[in-house]
């Protein structure tokens, strides 16, 4: 589809159009990744060393039907519009698309009744995900908040209103601090909706998280401006992301001698899940040094500064390099540190154990670097 002008976005099409915000960007890794155990096939590790991060954009439709939890559009009852249309394949149709039924490899919409239309002025952004909705924070941040800051001008001039499913409140505060109007929040507890005039980000895929361009990053510096966090938080430059009391299904069991062995060596030890948005900036602002497990909590690497170094602890069966790519992105060394499951109930729900010997030799060497 042709691209359009950006303000073309606010008239009602006659047929879905788009609009490139962003056009492909190929990003360079800057040689200053090491490798210990990592599993995989990794960006860095190629011929060219760089990757593209895809095109940024946003699309307009008339009368669409919306699956407003998972996230996409409903063209015809068995076309899906979304970034990556396997997801009908992949996250349902049990429990996240109840009315998605199978046609042997292909998937269609069996709705008992009409969906519910949704009476908007104007037109409505949806910036759900299914990743979002089960409190991910680093699809939150870069699927949901992103298209927000992009287009904040329009929204807080009340041009453009955000169509979401119920929002946990922390999401909700999280869009009033970045200057959403109350009044701009539409909820809706349906799961299939009609919008007269749908406005369709991008990234309500997971591209942006495993291919992130450099301006995704102003998510971050807008997050920034927003929340001023206060002198009095701490702020290390040695930093140990924990996921210790959070809900997830993928364990450290020997994360507390790994935590008591970091701290010995002066690391400090966060517990991103338990804290404000304000404390999580400040948690990251001055380090310099950042151990961490893969996980979306690591998604708060660009609140860092530039250099300096992250320590990622990831596994054979799961990790990706979405969290070496943000942080090749913040001009980090980036050493990753592998190791096997030692139990296993799914793909993603599994025990592991740290090699302790790998992370302390490599701390303790990114901690002299950058002292």
């Not at 559009?73 to 068995?78: E, T, Y």
Request: glycine fraction near 6%.
């Amino acid at each position: 589809m042709p691209e359009i002008e950006r303000r073309s976005l606010l008239e009602k099409p006659s047929s879905p159009r788009i609009h490139v915000l962003a056009d492909r960007q190929t990003i360079r890794w800057k040689n200053r990744l090491i490798e210990e155990l990592s599993f995989g096939p990794h960006p860095a590790r190629n011929d060219v060393g760089e990757y593209s991060t895809g095109q940024y954009y946003i699309a307009s439709f008339s009368d669409a039907l919306v699956d407003i939890k998972m996230g996409c559009v409903v063209v015809n009852g068995r076309d899906v519009w979304s970034d990556s249309a396997t997801f009908t394949i992949m996250h349902g149709p049990v429990d996240r698309s109840p009315a998605i039924v199978a046609d042997g490899d292909q998937r269609f919409l069996n709705l008992d009744a009409p969906p519910p239309r949704l009476a908007i002025d104007g037109p409505a952004m949806m910036i759900s995900h299914w990743g979002c909705l089960l409190g991910n924070y680093g699809h939150w941040m870069m699927n949901s908040l992103l298209p927000v800051v992009m287009m904040i001008d329009e929204i807080k001039a009340k041009k453009i209103a955000l169509i979401v499913p119920t929002l946990p409140p922390r999401w909700r505060d999280e869009l009033l601090l970045l200057g959403v109007p109350e009044s701009q929040i539409v909820e809706t507890a349906d799961q299939y909706v009609v919008v007269s005039h749908l406005l369709y980000p991008s990234t309500v895929s997971t591209a942006s998280n495993n291919y992130p361009a450099p301006f995704g990053l102003q998510v971050f510096d807008a997050a920034r401006r927003a929340v001023a966090p206060s002198p009095d938080l701490p702020s290390p430059e040695l930093l140990y992301v924990s996921r210790v009391g959070a809900k997830h299904w993928r364990t450290m069991t020997n994360e507390a001698e790994l935590s008591a062995a970091l701290e010995a060596l002066g690391f400090t030890a966060i517990y991103p899940h338990d804290m404000t948005w304000a404390e999580q900036i400040a948690a990251f602002t001055k380090a310099k040094v950042i151990v961490g497990q893969f996980g979306a909590a690591l998604w708060s690497i660009p609140f860092s500064p530039k250099g300096g170094a992250l320590i990622e602890i990831t596994t054979s069966n799961y990790g990706n390099h979405e969290y070496a790519a943000v942080a090749n992105l913040m001009e980090k060394d980036v050493i990753l540190i592998g190791s096997e499951p030692t139990s296993m109930v799914a793909s993603y729900h599994f025990d592991f154990e740290a090699p302790l010997d790998k992370v302390m030799d490599a701390a303790k060497a990114m901690a002299v670097r950058y002292s």
